[in-house]
């Protein structure tokens, strides 16, 4: 089975806070993708990264990171001193590539809100 | 630069009144694709396009079809509308760079409440 869970419906943290978003993935594939996509109230989906199974680096962008480890089958990100723009709905994205296509499973997502 | 272009924004529909969603891309994308998302349950594939000429069901199908117009456009079509096809509409495009699958892009969703 290939299956994205993201087991934290919402958190709300107040401004400066830094918060963690978990993301757990299954699949047999031994080569596969993962996205990270921002969701704000607007409505819009908003690519923010994408790490293939063989880049096991973690990757800092600005006040963004994300961890990758494959042991455990996790691509968690952190949002440091968190502002009330990230308010949003954040969506972690399985792509294998067995199946002949560039195929998106998408967790149900974590609402974050950050409150001033 | 557009993007991804989604007509129309919102529409309410009757039961079993019929209705096509445009989508457009200007990133000269070979694959497309339609999703639909609902409450709690993320984004799911109704159909996709690897490439122009090409459309393969993807998760949840039925009640949909599809048109790869060109390379730029990819309709979706709800012959007869029923209730449970009440969703926020999403269309994305992607490049096809053989097996290293590129991140889609996502137009601004269509909001579709059906009566």
């Known amino acids: 089975a290939q299956k994205v869970t993201q087991a934290q419906t919402e958190i709300s943290v107040v401004e400066k806070e830094d918060v963690t978003l978990d993301c757990v993935y299954e699949?047999?594939?031994?080569?596969?993708?993962l996205f990270w996509y921002k969701q704000p109230p607007s409505g819009e989906l908003v690519f923010l990264i994408r790490r293939n199974s063989f880049d096991e680096q973690n990757e800092i962008s600005g006040r963004y990171s994300w961890n990758f480890q494959k042991s455990t089958s996790s691509f968690n990100f952190t949002i440091t001193a968190s502002q009330v723009v990230d308010s949003a709905v954040y969506f972690c994205a399985l792509s294998p590539t067995s199946g002949g296509y560039n195929k998106l499973i998408f967790g149900a997502g974590t609402r974050l809100a950050v409150h001033p | 630069n557009a993007g991804v272009t989604q007509t129309p924004k919102f529409q309410v529909l009757k039961t079993g009144q019929s209705m096509t969603l445009q989508c457009a891309q200007d990133?000269?994308?070979?694959?497309m694709y339609w999703y639909r998302q609902d409450p709690g349950m993320g984004l799911r594939l109704i159909y996709y396009s690897a490439s122009e000429g090409t459309t393969d069901k993807g998760e949840v199908p039925n009640g949909y079809n599809v048109s790869r117009l060109n390379k730029r456009e990819f309709s979706l079509r709800l012959e007869s509308a029923a209730p449970s096809q009440t969703s926020v509409y999403f269309c994305?495009?992607?490049?096809?760079?053989?097996?290293?699958?590129?991140?889609?892009?996502f137009g601004d969703g269509t909001r579709l409440s059906i009566l």
């Open positions: 990133m000269n994308h070979n694959s």
């Open positions: 699949t047999r594939d031994t080569t596969y993708y």
């Open positions: 994305a495009s992607s490049e096809l760079v053989g097996y290293s699958n590129q991140p889609q892009h």
